[in-house]
């Protein structure tokens, strides 16, 4: 990863809420070992793990969704198990988002990539807008369904192959995050003056608003500096730094993968 990204990663259920139950396995106790072992896998490649729970308590979807917002997060991963209405019906690897086509839908296509080739039947992406960890998360969010706990070839694939699920879950983020990176537009800004001094950028800043100029302060490598606009064209921010220079601004150029 070029940058470090933050991961929030949800043990589905917990304390007095168990989950799916199928002859004494409970879904809380999988959800929780596998989602500690996919976020040590995800700490020792770079990443920035932030659990919303490491043992057996229980919080709400809503406050999981509100964890993982006040963490900011920039990915959230929900770890479960499927289970049927009866038994044994249902087998297989399954991806819920909120909705599809966006970054949510790319992690949860990269997820479930990694799993089939462990031999997991794919069940695919579904959108679920109504599952409140899902809809009131402010970062993309994947509930991973990891086989289904009412299936015993599915709990001997669990068991017998559980570093190798926790290793696909893991690469499935880190493959779709890097390729996120790839896809984040670059911005090309004017910046206009860097100071030690947060109030000579804040006058700065000031100033330049004040004459009509979309300008703004970042604070980045020790420095507030005082940068104007947010282009997509690299043309437009050069028309914008010729502006300023004819206004006996000094100018330079610069492009960001991100505002500010």
């Known amino acids: 990863m070029e940058t470090k990204k933050r991961i929030v990663i949800d043990a589905g259920h917990g304390g007095a809420e168990p989950g799916a139950i199928y002859e004494g396995r409970k879904e809380k106790d999988d959800n929780l070992r596998l989602a500690l072992a996919v976020g040590r896998l995800l700490e020792d ?10 043992n057996d308590v229980f919080d709400s979807p809503l406050e999981k969704a509100q964890m993982a917002n006040e963490a ?20 297989g690897i399954l991806s819920l988002v909120y909705q ?12 479930n990539g990694e799993l089939a080739q462990l031999g997991f039947q794919d069940l695919g ?9 899902l ?25 017998n192959q559980f570093n190798q699920i926790a290793q696909a879950i893991a690469d499935g983020v880190l493959k779709a995050v890097t390729q996120e990176e790839a896809r984040e537009p670059e911005f090309y800004q004017v910046q206009v003056g ?4 947060k109030a000579m950028a804040a006058a700065l800043t000031r100033e330049l608003q004040s004459k009509g100029y979309p300008a703004f302060m970042v604070y980045q490598d020790g420095y507030y500096k005082v ?10 921010g050069v028309n914008m730094e010729r502006e300023l220079r004819r ?13 500010g």
């Open 45 to 54: 490649a770079g990443a920035d793990v932030f659990y919303t729970r490491v």
């Open 135 to 159: 809809r009131r998360s402010n970062m993309p969010a994947v509930l991973v369904e990891a086989g289904f706990i009412d299936n015993i070839s599915d709990n001997e694939q669990f068991d």
């Open 125 to 133: 992406i579904a959108e679920r807008p109504g599952l409140v960890i």
């Open 72 to 91: 900011e997060g920039d990915f959230l991963i929900s770890i479960h198990r499927n289970a049927m209405p009866q038994p044994g019906t249902g087998s």
């Open 247 to 259: 206004n006996g601004y000094p100018t330079m150029l610069i492009r960001e993968k991100k505002i």
């Open 227 to 236: 940068r104007v606009g947010a282009f997509l064209n690299m043309d437009n």
């Open 100 to 111: 599809m086509g966006g970054p949510a839908e790319r992690v949860a296509q990269s997820i």
């Open 194 to 197: 860097a100071y030690e001094n």
